[in-house]
């Protein structure tokens, strides 16, 4: 277990049963909080191209040619996994960063942030999207 620095609250680091390891919440979350900004390596669209490529997962677009590499000197928020039919937080996009927010319903201590990576990282196979 990891503790994560420079949130707006408590987070951890550990094995996820989603998947890998996920992001923690260690104390409740409020509703309509920003939790964590999206850190990382700025890269170009080629650069994050080709780290896609070669199996890099925690890219996430961030402007015209900038995207941000969560895994490359990032700050734990690329540990927030993926639900697509219950997510307890979702990305605001302010400026020049991306956050974590938490949903409607708060996140409690011990619960894992999860959000919805959309359909361009999860494409819908037939009529069910993927979990």
Avoid at 100 to 115: D, M, R
Wanted: hydrophobic share 40%; glycine share 12%; with cysteine.
């Amino acid at each position: 277990m990891k503790a994560v620095r420079g949130a707006n609250y408590r987070l951890l680091v550990r094995a996820s049963p989603l998947h890998g390891d996920g992001l923690f919440a260690a104390e409740d979350i409020p509703w309509g909080r920003k939790i964590i900004a999206y850190r990382g390596t700025i890269v170009g669209d080629k650069e994050a191209e080709r780290r896609i490529a070669d199996g890099a997962t925690a890219i996430m677009a961030l402007g015209r040619d900038q995207n941000i590499d969560g895994f490359d000197n990032g700050n734990g928020a690329a540990f927030a996994n993926h639900s697509r039919q219950s997510p307890n937080c979702f990305l605001l996009r302010e400026k020049s960063e991306v956050w974590l927010v938490a949903g409607v319903n708060g996140i409690k201590a011990g619960e894992e942030l999860t959000y919805d990576y959309g359909a361009d990282y999860f494409p819908k196979k037939g009529k069910r999207a993927l979990d």
